[in-house]
């Protein structure tokens, strides 16, 4: 008996299954119905709620024990059930919703799967470049262009301690903290939706992501980290701890940090030793 969580055969079936999802959205962009949440940044489309179902669905008829979470799910799982689960799908059906709203192309659609608490394999699509980037721990990082080979992302260098880090902070936690303006030798670069993110530090346009706000979901992370992972990146907390996904919370509830190998280091140095008056006590 194959006791393995993922077979090849369903590797395969999730990389077509994210690609109909990113094709969903790029066919319903045009007139799509868009709708607020919690409030005018928090953009739901009728897209996000079409291609949750559909991602539900699908998973659900191939792995029947597994829990399906995802960004648009309004479903109530028992506490009992999400605690102890030993393996999570989780799905977020359209990541940039307001890019996606905006038509500027940074956006994607996300399955992430866990396996006993920990990203274990991840998709990621971005329909704008027909373009699926997918891998986990022990299957490395991969892109793959619709209709064209594989490739595996080459491993990266360590982060250079002592010379210019591309960072990526959202605004919102530069605002709440002007202290990280005046880190020395880091250069501030723009940023999209979580999952192309990582994938701008896999392919050398960014250095490391760094969150303050511990609200990062973990829909937002499963899938990037576990690429992320597969390529031996560092994916942790300030504090050097790995990221915890407390089933069944949906958020972090810490510091996020996602980069090159000594990312977890640089961050731990340059922004948590510095950081004690200003930062939530959670992070401290």
Known sequence: ??????????????????????????????????HTKTGPHDLVTDADLTISRMIIAELAQRFPDDLIVSEEDKHEHAEGERRTHPRVWLID??????????????YSSMIGLLV???????????????????????????????????????????LPQHTSIRLMMGWGDRRRHPWVMNIRNVQFVPSQ???????????????????????????????PVAIALG?????????????????????????VVIGRPGSLSWAGKNIHGRATRTVPKYLT
């Open 116 to 158: 006993r608490g920990t990203p274990y394999f991840g998709w990621i699509y971005q329909p704008s470049i027909s373009t699926l980037f997918y891998g986990g721990p022990d299957f490395g990082a991969w892109k793959q262009a619709d209709g064209h080979k594989a490739k595996q992302f080459s491993q990266m260098k360590p």
């Open 231 to 255: 390529n031996n990146l560092d994916a942790g907390t300030l504090e050097g701890e790995p990221l915890p996904y407390p089933i069944p919370g949906v958020q972090h509830g810490s510091s």
């Open 1 to 34: 008996m194959d006791h393995r969580p993922l077979r090849q055969e369903d590797i395969d079936f999730i990389h077509e299954l994210v690609r109909k999802a990113g094709r969903t959205a790029l066919d319903m962009r045009e007139g799509v119905g868009v």
């Open 193 to 223: 939706s979580m999952g192309l993110k990582i994938i701008k530090i896999l392919e050398d346009q960014a250095d490391v992501f760094v969150s303050l706000t511990g609200r990062v979901k973990l829909w937002d992370t499963a899938a």
């Open 93 to 106: 059906p359209i990541d940039g919703t307001e890019n996606y709203v905006n038509k500027d192309g940074q």
